[in-house]
């Protein structure tokens, strides 16, 4: 009785840092195996099923490098590895909780006056830690992966990803004014379209300019780069046509070299065109403002629900740990297989609903805040219940 009296003493804190109390510290050291075994084995499945096969097509459909499959196979693997991270943690909780309810450790620390609430906390205290691991991988390491990874199919390949801005750049810059009534309206300013872009120059470019609400301007162009040194456009070999108030040309300059004092932005818009899994949060916000300013507000709505629910993976990591450790160390003792089984339909059930939010977010029908952040408090709030219903 007094072994597990002693077991028990609460966290501390101290000059030395954290102390953990024996029974923190003997969870906890029955919780990391399986975890580290469920991450090794949850990563190589979602390679293994998730993309090997798509590779293999590639290669004999498109006959695509063995060295640059095998450098795209090595680059998905953090991708894979950030969405094995929750997952293990609710098993391992599941399996270690549940192991010790088997061998009736939990009744023995219960009989000692143990309570749930205390039980659960090394469960807890695991998922906090993988939850900013998680995070730190998501924004240091997967979006960098993910986007050498697409930059080898698109060059290997010449594959078309919708985000990448490789051909086809369309922007339109647009103007506040506001009316003699008081109104503000956004008017269109600049329309500019570029057949191709290779990460340097524009090629092929059309430049429409406004004066107020008439056509004032046109511009074709074989070549364009911004010059970074002078803040401005160089255009290669190209005329400028000057418009008539009754639209009629009133003037066309041919040139071979000219520099146009347009705006910056439809270089930022192409150079930063990723899809949202290959940016981190600052990225996405940088990449968001172009949007706002360009007027696609259907990609700005995608990205600002696809920015949402990054912020939020990380906390999925908490609402397992807390979800598993809860139910593992409940009334009913879970054997392996079990709990192997119901941490699939867990994993499932979340991500399903996740997905139903998150398409409710596209549509406009929630916030992309809600949308991204309502599973994980609909989660919490589900085992926060769970919690308080099996400690009584």
Not at 135 to 162: G, K, M, W
Request: hydrophobic share 45%; charged share 15%.
């Amino acid at each position: 009785m007094q072994f597990f009296k002693r077991l028990s003493q609460p966290i501390r804190l101290g000059k030395e840092g954290l102390r953990l109390s024996l029974l923190d510290r003997y969870i906890l050291t029955e919780l990391i195996p399986p975890f580290g075994l469920s991450v090794g084995i949850f990563a190589s499945l979602g390679v293994a099923i998730g993309y090997l096969s798509d590779l293999a097509n590639k290669m004999v459909e498109s006959n695509l490098p063995l060295i640059e499959a095998a450098e795209i196979l090595l680059l998905k693997v953090p991708e894979f590895v950030a969405y094995a991270l929750p997952v293990s943690v609710l098993l391992a909780t599941l399996m270690t909780y549940g192991r010790l309810g088997h061998d009736s450790e939990l009744v023995a620390m219960k009989s000692c006056g143990i309570s749930l609430y205390r039980l659960v906390i090394p469960g807890l205290l695991l998922s906090l830690v993988v939850t900013g691991l998680t995070f730190a991988f998501n924004e240091c390491v997967v979006p960098e992966a993910n986007y050498r990874a697409t930059e080898i199919l698109v060059q290997s390949l010449n594959e078309d990803h919708p985000f990448w801005q490789t051909k086809d750049i369309f922007y339109p810059d647009y103007e506040e004014v506001t009316l003699p009534s008081g109104e503000t309206i956004r008017r269109l300013k600049s329309l500019f379209y570029a057949e191709k872009f290779d990460g340097q120059t524009m090629k092929t470019l059309t430049v429409l300019q406004w004066l107020g609400q008439g056509l004032e301007k046109i511009v074709i162009s074989d070549a364009a780069t911004w010059n970074a040194q002078k803040d401005t456009w160089d255009f290669f070999r190209g005329t400028i046509y000057e418009i008539a108030p009754d639209a009629s040309y009133s003037e066309a300059d041919a040139f071979e070299h000219r520099q146009l004092p347009l705006p910056k932005t439809p270089f930022e818009f192409a150079l930063q065109g990723r899809d949202p899994y290959e940016m981190n949060i600052i990225q996405a916000q940088k990449y968001m403002k172009l949007l706002k300013l360009s007027g696609d507000e259907k990609k700005l709505v995608i990205f600002q629900v696809r920015t949402q629910q990054k912020l939020s993976f990380p906390f999925i990591c908490f609402v397992f740990g807390l979800g598993g450790a809860v139910l593992g160390a409940g009334p009913q003792a879970f054997s392996r297989a079990t709990s192997f089984g119901l941490c699939i339909v867990l994993i499932f059930g979340y991500y399903l609903l996740s997905f139903f939010i998150g398409s409710l977010g596209m549509i406009g029908f929630l916030t992309p805040m809600m949308a991204g952040w309502l599973p994980i408090m609909l989660g919490l709030g589900v085992g926060g219940w769970l919690l308080y219903h099996y400690a009584q």
